[in-house]
């Protein structure tokens, strides 16, 4: 059974930084393409952050460019987001997902059930 738990959000400034992780298990990281994707109140899904499951490309929305990095440890299967020079903006559920042999977009394969990140100005 695959389970994706993210972890790391909270309440931060304006300008500071987090460090979201999604711990994988039922799957192995070199498999799967993983992405971070958010939902803010009373808009849609978006994407956000993606590395392939090649672990040989990185992907992200232009509003993240320069701020959000996204990282994979595959000895402890977790994938990683650093979000520094955080925004209000930024404020939204973050959610990972992964695709097996494939990229996460709009859909993906298995979901996170989200983690909350919130940035005050």
């Known amino acids: 059974q695959v389970q994706l738990v993210e972890s790391g959000g909270g309440l931060v400034q304006a300008g500071g930084s987090l460090r979201l992780s999604c711990a994988a298990s039922g799957l192995t990281l070199s498999s799967y393409g993983m992405g971070w994707f958010r939902q803010a109140p009373g808009k849609e899904r978006e994407f956000v952050a993606v590395?392939?499951?090649?672990?040989?490309?990185?992907y992200y929305a232009d509003a993240v460019k320069g701020r959000f990095t996204i990282s994979r440890e595959s000895a402890k299967n977790t994938v990683y987001l650093q979000m520094n020079s955080l925004k209000p903006e930024d404020t939204a559920v973050y959610y990972c997902?992964?695709?097996?042999?494939?990229?996460?977009?709009?859909?993906?394969?298995?979901w996170g059930q989200g983690t909350q990140v919130t940035v005050s100005s």
């Open positions: 997902a992964a695709s097996y042999h494939n990229t996460p977009r709009s859909s993906a394969d298995y």
């Open positions: 590395v392939t499951w090649t672990g040989s490309k990185r």
